[in-house]
């Protein structure tokens, strides 16, 4: 069974930073592409960030390109995203999600990912 748990969500001040980390099992870890997505109310969940399965790729929304990481440690079956310079608009439910390697690493929809976390809340306060 497939497992993706997100942890270290929380509320932050506009220009903080947090670190949100997803633990995986279940899989081979180090067979997926890796994925960070965020959802507001009512709205699509969003692309934000892509890793290749080597960790040596990586993608990003432009609305958090320069500002967010994207990192994953397959020894730990673990990915991060380190996330500086916080703005209120960062504020959503953030899932990790896993997809197998096929098809463009650049695709950014969500239903592309077969498998996904139960998402950690990030509240940013201006």
């Known amino acids: 069974q497939v497992q993706l748990v997100e942890s270290g969500g929380g509320l932050v001040q506009a220009g903080g930073s947090l670190r949100l980390s997803c633990a995986a099992s279940?899989?081979?870890?180090?067979?997926?592409?890796m994925g960070w997505f965020r959802q507001t109310p009512g709205k699509e969940r969003e692309f934000v960030a892509t890793?290749?399965?080597?960790?040596?790729?990586?993608y990003y929304a432009n609305s958090v390109n320069g500002r967010f990481t994207i990192s994953r440690d397959n020894a730990k079956n673990t990915v991060y995203v380190q996330m500086n310079s916080l703005k209120p608009e960062d504020t959503a439910v953030y899932y990790c999600?896993?997809?197998?390697?096929?098809?463009?690493?650049?695709?950014?929809?969500?239903?592309?990912?077969?498998?996904w976390g139960q998402g950690t809340q990030v509240t940013v306060s201006s």
């Open positions: 890793i290749s399965r080597s960790g040596a790729n990586t």
């Open positions: 999600a896993a997809r197998p390697r096929r098809g463009s690493f650049l695709e950014t929809s969500a239903g592309v990912y077969d498998y």
């Open positions: 279940g899989l081979t870890f180090s067979s997926y592409r």
